[in-house]
């Protein structure tokens, strides 16, 4: 069914059935709702280019990924927050313009994205402390939601952000109370806003506690297998080892739960481990019992929750800034236990694989 034929049965005006699909305020309710009952009920979708043509817009949502940054792309944290996005895209109409850019080119980009209207919005991944990104796209005045946020910012912005501070406190607040006092933060790059306010969350954690930090229980990087695995290699060598981990990263703490059984040592007896656990379609956390103790927050709601907001700032662009702050929830799995009594004589030795 075309729009012509919709709006002959609905026995109104193509212009209205276009408005109401489309939300303009002057439609009134009971019509927008009757031809959006009409329009599910016959599965009329409208198309993008005549909408675009209606509204004044290009119908797509832009993504910019930097260079550096393109193994994002293969990263199953952010194929699952595009998932999410997309779902909420599709159904209102809109598609998805994913663009590599240069570092250093993205301000040009940017200007390009404006001035050509390739695009109605743009949503702004993987924030860094002080995102110049941020400031630059305020100026442009393109509507924009961040993955996350970015606390050396002062400047209201919209958002969709996971409590990261809080997911750490409790998880490091967990294992205190289980008794551990040796307890190690492998995190990621800490110039990222995320893995900042992680790290604040641990810090505060043992300071409640009575804790003091060891740095020589930190470790900082890009969140892979290898990061974890070297990490635990290093730490469980000293003299004075963890007692516990805490990862930012399932894929950290699969490197944690090897270098451990290298140790001769076993997860969640010798050694407890909790990871942050994004609830990925790809890298599922064991089957009816998680096998990591987890703090555990959706990345594909996250997604959908981010295209929710933009969509509502570029149909309607005074209601923002827009925040939305998501809880983790902490998960128990086999991956924790009470502190050792005793540490059992260690088999590990530097070097061996």
Known sequence: MNLKELAKHLNLSQTTVSRALNGYPEVNKATRLRVEVAAREFNYTPNARAKGLATGRSMSIGHVIPTSSKREMVNPVFGDFITGA?????????????????????????????????????????????????????????????????????AN?????????GAFRRATGFLAELGHRRIALVNGLEHMDFAYRRRDGYLAALEAHGLKVDPALLRAGEMTEMLGHASAQEMLALPDPPTAFLSSSMMTAIGLRRAIQEAGLQMGRDVSVITHDDELAYLKNGQTVPIFTATRSSVRAAGRRAADMLLRLIADPGCGPLHSLLEAELILGESTGPVPVARPEKTYRQGQT
């Open 86 to 154: 997309s779902e909420a895209y599709v159904q209102a109409g809109y598609d998805l313009v994913l663009t590599l850019v240069e570092d250093g080119d993205e301000e040009r980009l940017y200007r390009n994205i404006r001035d050509k209207g390739n695009v109605d919005g743009i949503i702004v991944h993987s924030p860094q402390m002080d995102d110049s990104r941020i400031a630059l796209l305020l100026d442009l005045g393109l509507p924009f939601v961040v993955h996350g946020r970015a606390s050396d910012i002062t």
């Open 157 to 165: 912005y919209s958002w969709v952000d996971m409590n990261n501070r």
